[in-house]
């Protein structure tokens, strides 16, 4: 009896241990890359010109200009991609948290858009809203 429920206990925990892994892995394909592009970016001016570009829109957020990155990047491609940003920002955690607050409610926009559009909802309205909320979090935020 005790063999039999240790190795299903050990069966359950391998299974789970490489779910965990394989989740973990397709993770960091995602994480790695954007954070050391970024880093690299943050070596050239590019960078710094994105953010000068930008800085004028992310003032209203008490956010500075290439912030407006890991927005971006979470909007279009996944959290994941503005988790591997945000580091290299050197943000506050005030500032950390108005961007969290606006990616929890816009992030995966062109995922989640498309996926609403084929349950033939109304999907532009629901895009419009979540992008409209995220301005109005972060900027509300930003007064506290």
Do not use: C, W
């Not at 050990?10 to 789970?16: E, V």
């Not at 050197?90 to 950390?96: A, S, W």
Request: aromatic share 12%; proline share 4%; hydrophobic share 55%.
């Amino acid at each position: 009896m005790f063999t039999k429920t240790f190795t299903l206990i050990k069966t359950y925990f391998l299974s789970a241990l490489q779910r965990t892994f394989k989740t973990f892995i397709s993770l960091m394909k995602i994480i790695i890359p954007v954070y050391t592009v970024v880093y690299i970016l943050s070596l050239t001016p590019l960078l710094k010109m994105f953010g000068d570009f930008l800085a004028p829109a992310m003032k209203y957020f008490n956010l500075p200009g290439e912030s407006a990155l890991a927005i971006i990047l979470g909007n279009f491609i996944n959290l994941y991609a503005a988790i591997g940003v945000i580091p290299q920002l050197h943000l506050d955690p005030k500032q950390i948290t108005t961007i969290s607050l606006m990616l929890l409610t816009s992030h995966s926009q062109i995922l989640e858009t498309s996926i609403l559009a084929k349950l033939k909802t109304k999907y532009l309205l629901v895009l419009i809203i979540r992008i409209v909320v995220a301005i109005i979090v972060g900027y509300l935020f930003a007064r506290i």
